[in-house]
């Protein structure tokens, strides 16, 4: 089963994917596209293979079997070199927990991929400052992340998944450790600058209500896709 | 819902006509459904009868004539002990979706294919509230009415996903009872 539809190429194609972690497999089957801009909900109980998903999607894991197609380039086949700069430049990556650097202040954690990329600590501090002014926590720039509350670190997170301008940001359970409004607070910025910036975000979440914030949503049940385009 | 109730907490605010209560009642409760004016005026009616609220006069602002209400003490001693009274939860378990998958296994149907597509039907009503709450300047009262849409919504689709994953069991349960 599959999730493929639509007419116009998709940014980023996955056929078939089977994973196994030891004797588990996490995938057997599945098929995701995710349109340039597109926000996709990818919801399942737990152990469906939603993260295992995402890992291949966002080349961060390479699927046993099957293809990772990205603006042309088969992720799954790509050397480890071109995958990690493409993580650099072209996607942007949260968890449920942001997995800020303890000892960076806020600021500082959201420029860092700007310095990795080359730009100088000045331009980086302001762009950061920038992101950190979308996701209202400018007030909270020169704080480190153990003084930040659960939604505060989430919002820095994104900031930092956002502040390189990629194409697709891979958002796993980002809002799993929040409570419903700051859930509903970081759901509202990363969906209002993801159209903003025109960047595609593919969304892990096990909870409907956010999966309500994506413009289409697919199940995944034991490593596949529960049913073609029916859940959108 | 208790519409008299309702229109009693309108008129807390002061003294209004029908058309004006319908008009705020709408406003209040925008994903409800809206009232009927000859449902206002009815209720307006026993209000009276019964005490609750009284004709505070009768003007016409250069339209029709219309008559106004204020609340009695009466009738605001009756909307406190409404307001603060508490709702029986859940006392009757009746549900059409709930209705549907017991008829549906009964009757030899395919209650998975039926829970398949009520879900994608509350995803995109969801996304619809979701969007609706979200917009740029959506007022209190849509937000909370659409909180509120969402959250049964999502009790609905984990009562679901729980029925979905006990069919087997259920169905066994059924078939022999």
């Known amino acids: 089963m599959s999730d493929i539809g639509g007419t116009a190429a998709p940014l980023l194609a996955a056929r078939d994917l089977a994973k196994a972690h030891g004797r588990t497999r996490a995938l057997d089957g599945a098929s995701a596209d995710l ?16 993260s295992t998903l995402l890992h291949c999607l966002a080349g961060i894991v390479r699927p046993d079997e099957g293809t990772v197609t990205y603006a042309g380039e088969r992720l799954d086949e790509l050397p480890e070199k071109r995958l990690s700069e493409l993580r650099r430049t072209e996607f942007g990556v949260v968890f449920q927990f942001g997995q800020l650097i303890p000892e960076l202040t806020a600021v500082d954690n959201v420029g860092l991929p700007l310095l990795l990329a080359g730009a100088g600590r000045a331009e980086a501090r302001q762009r950061a400052g920038e992101w950190l002014e979308r996701f209202g926590v400018r007030g909270q720039a020169e704080l480190r992340p153990g003084a930040l509350s659960g939604g505060q670190a989430q919002r820095v997170a994104l900031a930092r998944a956002l502040v390189t301008g990629p194409r697709i940001v ?18 509202t910025a990363l969906v209002g600058t993801a159209r903003e910036s025109g960047a595609a975000v593919v969304l892990i979440t096990h909870d409907a209500q956010v999966a309500a914030y994506a413009d289409r949503e697919i199940r995944l049940t034991d490593g596949t896709v529960a049913r073609a385009g029916v859940t959108a | 819902m208790s519409t008299r109730h309702i229109l009693l907490g309108l008129l807390a605010q002061g003294p209004s006509h029908g058309y004006d209560l319908k008009r ?12 009927a004016y000859g449902q206002v005026y009815t209720t307006l009616q026993r209000l009276v009868r019964d005490g609750l ?3 505070d006069g009768t003007g016409s602002d250069g339209g029709p004539e219309r008559t106004a209400y204020r609340s009695t003490a009466e009738g605001a001693r009756e ?13 009757f378990v009746t549900n059409e979706i709930f209705a549907k998958v017991v008829v549906s296994i009964l009757s030899g149907g395919d209650p998975e294919a039926y829970l398949r597509a009520q879900r994608a039907a ?6 619809e509230l979701t969007a609706l709450k979200t917009a ?27 029925t979905a994953a006990r069919l087997t069991t259920l169905t066994a349960e059924v078939d022999t009872a």
């Open chain 2, 53 to 55: 609220a009284e004709v």
């Open chain 2, 79 to 91: 909307l406190a002990h409404w307001a603060g009274e508490i709702a029986p939860p859940a006392p």
């Open chain 2, 122 to 127: 509350h995803m995109e009503r969801m996304r």
């Open chain 1, 170 to 187: 891979f958002a796993d359970e980002p809002t799993g450790a929040l409570d419903s409004l700051a859930s509903e607070q970081v759901m």
């Open chain 2, 136 to 162: 740029k300047g959506a007022d209190l009262a849509t937000v909370l009415s659409a909180d509120y849409a969402l959250n049964h919504l999502d009790a609905d689709l984990r009562w679901m996903a729980t």
């Open chain 1, 35 to 50: 349109a340039a801009g597109e926000i996709l909900a990818v919801t399942g109980t737990s152990g469906s293979g939603k």
């Open chain 2, 24 to 35: 705020r009642h709408d406003e209040r409760f925008p994903q409800a459904r809206p009232l």
